[in-house]
Nanobody, 117 residues
Framework: VQLQASGGGLVQAGGSLRLSCAAS????????MAWYRQTPGKQRELVAT???????NYADSVKGRFTISRDNAKNTMNLQMNSLKPEDTAVYYC????????????WGQGTQVTVSS
Protein backbone atom coordinates (compact mmCIF):
# COMPACT_ATOMS: atom_id res chain seq x y z
CA VAL A 1 0.00 0.00 0.00
CA GLN A 2 1.28 3.43 -0.89
CA LEU A 3 -0.02 6.98 -0.61
CA GLN A 4 1.88 9.57 -2.63
CA ALA A 5 1.14 13.20 -1.82
CA SER A 6 2.08 16.00 -4.18
CA GLY A 7 1.28 19.59 -5.06
CA GLY A 8 2.80 21.51 -2.21
CA GLY A 9 4.88 24.61 -2.70
CA LEU A 10 5.39 28.26 -1.88
CA VAL A 11 2.52 30.67 -2.43
CA GLN A 12 1.68 34.19 -1.34
CA ALA A 13 -1.13 34.85 1.09
CA GLY A 14 -4.45 34.87 -0.75
CA GLY A 15 -3.21 32.40 -3.33
CA SER A 16 -4.24 28.85 -4.10
CA LEU A 17 -2.71 25.39 -4.22
CA ARG A 18 -4.09 21.98 -5.10
CA LEU A 19 -2.76 18.94 -3.30
CA SER A 20 -3.16 15.44 -4.66
CA CYS A 21 -2.82 12.03 -3.06
CA ALA A 22 -2.39 8.99 -5.28
CA ALA A 23 -3.23 5.66 -3.69
CA SER A 24 -2.08 2.23 -4.75
CA UNK A 25 -2.27 -1.26 -3.34
CA UNK A 26 -5.70 -0.80 -1.74
CA UNK A 27 -9.36 -0.80 -2.66
CA UNK A 28 -9.47 2.98 -2.67
CA UNK A 29 -13.19 3.45 -3.21
CA UNK A 30 -14.14 2.00 0.19
CA UNK A 31 -11.59 3.93 2.20
CA UNK A 32 -12.45 6.97 4.25
CA MET A 33 -9.70 9.44 3.43
CA ALA A 34 -8.40 12.60 5.04
CA TRP A 35 -5.83 15.36 4.94
CA TYR A 36 -3.88 16.29 8.04
CA ARG A 37 -1.24 18.93 8.58
CA GLN A 38 1.58 19.45 11.03
CA THR A 39 3.90 22.26 11.99
CA PRO A 40 7.10 21.86 14.02
CA GLY A 41 6.44 21.30 17.70
CA LYS A 42 2.72 20.78 17.25
CA GLN A 43 0.49 17.74 16.99
CA ARG A 44 -0.80 16.63 13.64
CA GLU A 45 -4.09 18.42 12.94
CA LEU A 46 -7.07 17.09 11.00
CA VAL A 47 -7.86 19.37 8.07
CA ALA A 48 -10.60 17.60 6.10
CA THR A 49 -12.18 14.21 5.67
CA UNK A 50 -14.11 12.52 2.89
CA UNK A 51 -16.00 9.29 3.29
CA UNK A 52 -16.41 6.52 0.76
CA UNK A 53 -19.77 8.08 -0.12
CA UNK A 54 -18.16 11.54 -0.49
CA UNK A 55 -19.49 13.04 2.72
CA UNK A 56 -17.05 15.74 3.77
CA ASN A 57 -16.04 17.49 6.97
CA TYR A 58 -13.63 20.34 7.57
CA ALA A 59 -11.74 21.90 10.41
CA ASP A 60 -13.27 25.23 11.35
CA SER A 61 -10.05 26.97 10.38
CA VAL A 62 -10.36 25.94 6.72
CA LYS A 63 -14.13 25.90 6.17
CA GLY A 64 -15.11 27.91 3.14
CA ARG A 65 -11.54 27.99 1.82
CA PHE A 66 -10.56 24.34 1.30
CA THR A 67 -12.38 21.66 -0.66
CA ILE A 68 -11.64 17.96 -0.39
CA SER A 69 -12.60 15.62 -3.23
CA ARG A 70 -11.87 12.14 -4.51
CA ASP A 71 -11.79 10.40 -7.87
CA ASN A 72 -12.31 6.70 -7.26
CA ALA A 73 -11.68 5.88 -10.92
CA LYS A 74 -8.17 7.33 -10.61
CA ASN A 75 -7.54 6.33 -6.98
CA THR A 76 -6.80 9.92 -6.08
CA MET A 77 -7.84 12.41 -3.45
CA ASN A 78 -7.41 16.16 -3.78
CA LEU A 79 -7.42 19.20 -1.56
CA GLN A 80 -8.14 22.51 -3.25
CA MET A 81 -6.84 25.27 -1.01
CA ASN A 82 -7.95 28.83 -1.73
CA SER A 83 -7.45 32.11 0.10
CA LEU A 84 -4.39 30.69 1.76
CA LYS A 85 -3.09 32.28 4.94
CA PRO A 86 0.37 32.19 6.54
CA GLU A 87 -1.10 30.03 9.31
CA ASP A 88 -1.85 27.35 6.72
CA THR A 89 1.89 26.77 6.41
CA ALA A 90 2.55 23.15 7.35
CA VAL A 91 3.46 19.74 6.04
CA TYR A 92 0.28 18.18 4.68
CA TYR A 93 -0.29 14.44 4.91
CA CYS A 94 -2.89 12.26 3.27
CA UNK A 95 -4.39 9.48 5.33
CA UNK A 96 -6.36 6.33 4.59
CA UNK A 97 -8.47 5.03 7.47
CA UNK A 98 -8.99 1.48 8.61
CA UNK A 99 -11.79 -0.52 7.01
CA UNK A 100 -13.40 -3.89 7.64
CA UNK A 101 -10.90 -6.45 6.41
CA UNK A 102 -7.85 -4.21 6.88
CA UNK A 103 -6.95 -3.05 10.40
CA UNK A 104 -4.16 -0.82 9.16
CA UNK A 105 -4.27 2.88 8.52
CA UNK A 106 -1.89 4.46 6.06
CA TRP A 107 -0.08 7.79 5.71
CA GLY A 108 1.48 9.53 2.78
CA GLN A 109 4.94 11.01 3.01
CA GLY A 110 3.84 14.63 3.38
CA THR A 111 4.09 17.65 1.15
CA GLN A 112 5.24 21.07 2.33
CA VAL A 113 2.94 24.06 1.93
CA THR A 114 4.42 27.46 2.69
CA VAL A 115 2.32 30.61 2.58
CA SER A 116 4.21 33.87 2.68
CA SER A 117 2.69 37.06 4.04
Amino acid sequence: VQLQASGGGLVQAGGSLRLSCAASGMIFSIRPMAWYRQTPGKQRELVATISSTRNTNYADSVKGRFTISRDNAKNTMNLQMNSLKPEDTAVYYCHAARVIGDIHEYWGQGTQVTVSS
